[in-house]
């Protein structure tokens, strides 16, 4: 099956709960029943950062793959990186069902999963065996456990666990459906983790960039003690951002429902944020947008605001796998139409 033949069957998906739906499409992709993407990457979509090569900058969103089920059939379809988690010390079931609503009318998605996952030791054997060169950038997304977590001791241990075998390491700490997690963003909380990070960094032989991916709902003042505390530390970049717990006007009939929102009602908060956070970081950051993009316009946004790489998952899930190759190619014609002659020399020309 081709990518655009496996698009457009993506509609009688949508009859089915969500959650089974996207259990079916997880089984699908991992055999391989999506296809392969035959499209070539313009030269001018070719990024460098975090000391990595990005075939393109169009990369999947943890929480699609959050057991690293699928990684190769994914990049297969023409991600430049696909990032694979939340992944969690030990195996959790999540919260009860239903928890994941589509909003179809606001092309969004709510869900409060809660880190449903395998577990560590599951996660680090398919990382592990992933055949080797990739044909595109891997990320792993580390969180904790809901009961009997210990930050400080729970975020390096998956640090050390995940560094032999990932291109870049992300820690959550901004997903609102495990209580208490997104405190962790506060100055002197995420200072402690990450110098607890940095010292098991201290003594590992290889250490792939580390990443933080913020919330879209911090108030101003809280961006620059979080960028602070980054640069200090070892952090190579910010991931913005993660899904919000506002409640814009919508038309869906689950549009109430309680969880993290993701989607089209996500893209101009989260875009918003993005520059500010590019304001504050003057380049010392490397910054990743994601939130609400379904289109090329919206990720060429997203770099103006100041992104050097950009993810999708809400527009992947309604669209299917026509689309990182409908973003690179339409991203490498906007690039062209204004001069640039690479991603980098457009990031950050609106902030």
């Not at 990518?3 to 009688?12: K, R, V, Y």
């Not at 101009?268 to 956070?277: A, D």
């Amino acid at each position: 099956m081709i990518p655009f033949l496996a698009s457009a069957l993506m509609p009688l998906m949508r009859g089915l709960d969500a959650e089974t739906a996207h259990g079916i499409a997880l089984k699908a992709l991992a055999a391989g029943l999506a296809g392969r993407d035959s499209g070539r990457d313009d030269p001018v979509l070719e990024t460098h950062v975090l000391g990595l090569r990005f075939r393109n900058p169009i990369g999947l969103a943890a929480g699609f793959d959050k057991d690293a089920v699928a990684v190769p059939a994914l990049m297969r379809l023409g991600f430049g990186f696909v990032e694979a988690g939340t992944v969690t010390p030990r195996p959790q079931p999540g919260n009860p069902r239903p928890r994941l609503f589509r909003l179809n009318e606001d092309a969004a998605v709510i869900n409060r999963m809660g880190f449903n996952n395998g577990g560590l030791d599951g996660y680090v054997a398919r990382i592990a065996a992933l055949p080797r060169p990739l044909p595109a950038v891997f990320g792993a997304n580390i969180g904790i456990n809901k009961e009997g977590a210990d930050p400080e001791r729970d975020y390096p241990a998956l640090y050390a666990s995940v560094a032999p075998h990932a291109d870049y390491v992300t820690v959550n700490v901004s997903s609102p459906n495990t209580p208490g997690l997104r405190d962790l963003q506060g100055e002197e909380r995420l200072a402690s983790i990450l110098d607890a990070i940095a010292a098991i960094r201290a003594t590992l032989p290889r250490t792939p960039p580390l990443l933080v991916k913020i919330a879209p709902d911090l108030a101003d003042d809280a961006l620059g003690p979080i960028v602070q505390a980054c640069l200090t530390r070892g952090v190579a970049g910010l991931i913005v951002s993660n899904t919000t717990i506002a409640r814009p006007a919508m038309r869906s009939a689950h549009a109430k429902e309680a969880g993290g929102l993701s989607g089209t009602p996500l893209f101009e908060p989260s875009t918003e944020v993005l520059r500010k956070v590019h304001r504050i970081a003057r380049g010392r950051l490397v910054l990743v947008g994601v939130g609400g993009i379904a289109t090329a316009e919206q990720a060429y946004t997203k770099i103006r605001a100041g992104a050097s790489l950009v993810q999708v998952y809400t527009g992947f899930a309604y669209a299917g796998p026509v689309l990182p190759r409908r973003l690179a190619d339409g991203l490498a014609a906007l690039l062209k139409r204004d001069g640039f002659t690479s991603v980098a020399d457009a990031v950050g020309r609106d902030s």
